[in-house]
């Protein structure tokens, strides 16, 4: 099947008659993939880069390094990155278009701190509706000039600092783009660089930078709080990476599986890195059938092959604490949730609010509108599971691939179809979904563009 970017893609979900069967070989981690092709453009020498994620978020880190300088290119399915090296990043003439893309807009943003240029950045419309400050303010104490701030909000124009005053911040809010970005611009200050969160949140930033050759710690801080400390000016090498096959794009057939009858699929290299891992605890719990198979070390990371089958889940609590180990995941949690017997409480989750949409209301609101019985909270969702669910509401993606996902594996199992008005934005990060889904067993009616 062939999804057209160019105009709304509705397409509907069928209920699944029959149980999904097969194994999944799954699209690169996308968080994984724009930091190859950043740490690759800023080293010396060529790194290449097998199973890059072919999504539009990735392609657009990858143009934005071409327009910083480095060169890339793609043989036999592997990316070639020639990275600046010593010599550096060099002025884009052009605007940085990020599209849809906030780990690649935000974590560029750390990059380009330290050069005496200016650069613009836009996006889409949901990326420019995104909370930007969280970036720049650690930026503009360290010595960044932000020329244009549309109250926060792309398009951003900024200027790196000549040199960079030392930093040693404590990020607000659990985020991984706001961490990854202190510590890019951190990569050219003459000064150590000292980051610290409240709770862990992904780590392919701190991994991937030492595997480069740059020199960090982490430490355990007091109340499960981190110390990341990087030296100044490391020289990073070009490195050889493999990037595993996406856990967040992977929740989608996991949780799909538990909950259509008789199904068994399996899922094959999947990071397991217990940073990302927060999901299928989860699931666990709840009772889901999933077994960790074929458990490996690859690149530094933990990487394994899943396989789910049915399972007749039970409401749980999930701790606030979990959040950032699954935070891309509620959406497809909830869908869980809604099929489990008894009540499911998610705390914590405000973060939900501030991703390509606002996904607690827009979970809420389309799961309220298929007949699913729920609270939504300023920062919870509290879902009442049910063995039926009635299905049949439209859903607008609203340009949030992972709220399209979301609802189509909803509809595979409501009584009445789902509608998602536009499939298209799916290939953000997970292009060959409807191709995956339609193998595993899945039914899907693609309709007339509008
Ligand atoms: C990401 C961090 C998370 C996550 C996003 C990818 C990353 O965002 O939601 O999809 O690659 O660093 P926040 O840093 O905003 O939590």
Not at 21 to 38: N, T, V, W
Not at 209 to 237: C, D, R, V, W, Y
């Amino acid at each position: 099947m062939n999804i057209s970017n160019s105009k709304l893609q509705p397409v509907i979900a069928i209920a699944n008659k029959s149980a999904l069967l097969g194994e999944i070989i799954l699209p690169g981690d996308k968080s994984i993939s724009h930091r190859a092709l950043m740490f690759g453009a800023i080293a010396s020498g060529t790194t290449k880069v097998k199973g890059l994620l072919e999504g539009e978020d990735v392609l657009a880190t990858a143009n934005a390094m071409r327009q910083l300088g480095a060169r890339i290119t793609k043989t036999n399915n592997i990316y070639h990155i020639e990275g600046v090296g010593e010599k550096g990043l060099s002025k884009s003439q052009k605007t940085i278009d990020f599209g849809n893309a906030g780990t690649g807009v935000r974590l560029c943003m750390g990059l380009v701190s330290a050069y005496d240029f200016s650069t613009k950045f836009s996006g889409d419309a949901s990326l420019s509706s995104r909370p930007m400050g969280r970036v720049l303010d650690p930026l503009k104490s360290i010595g960044v000039e932000v020329l244009e701030d549309n109250g926060g909000k792309l398009p951003i124009t900024i200027r790196g600092a000549k040199q960079l005053e030392p930093i040693n911040y404590q990020v607000p809010m659990a985020s991984a783009q706001v961490k990854s970005a202190v510590l890019l611009a951190g990569l050219n200050s003459k000064h150590k660089t000292i980051v610290i969160e409240k709770i862990k949140t992904r780590d392919h930033t701190e991994k991937m930078l030492q595997g480069f050759g740059a020199k960090l710690s982490m430490e355990n801080g007091e109340n499960g709080a981190i110390i990341i400390e990087m030296e100044a000016n490391p020289k990073l090498i070009a490195q050889d990476i493999t990037v595993p096959g996406d856990p967040s794009s992977a929740a989608f057939a996991i949780v799909a599986a538990t909950i259509i009858p008789n199904s068994d699929v399996l899922i094959k290299n999947t990071l397991m890195n217990p940073t990302r891992a927060g999901l299928i605890k989860t699931l666990i719990e709840m009772g889901a059938n999933i077994q960790i198979l074929n458990s490996h070390i690859s690149g530094g990371e933990e990487i394994a092959d899943v396989r789910v089958r049915y399972a007749k889940l039970k409401g749980v609590e999930v701790p606030a604490k979990r959040a950032p180990s699954m935070i891309d995941e509620y959406p497809i949690l909830a869908v869980a949730a809604a099929f489990a017997d008894g009540t499911t409480k998610m705390f914590g989750i405000g973060e939900m609010r501030v991703k390509e949409t606002d996904r607690l209301a827009l979970m809420a609101k389309g799961l309220k509108a298929n007949g699913v019985d729920l609270v939504e909270g300023k920062d919870y969702l509290i879902i009442n599971g049910a063995s039926e669910i009635e299905g049949g509401a439209k859903i607008k993606a609203h340009l949030d691939h992972r709220i399209a996902m979301t609802f189509l594996v909803l509809g595979m199992v409501t009584k009445n179809p789902i509608e998602i008005d536009d499939a298209s934005v799916i290939d953000t990060s997970y292009p060959s979904f409807i191709a995956d889904f339609t193998d595993l067993g899945a039914s899907f009616e693609v309709l007339e563009q509008l």
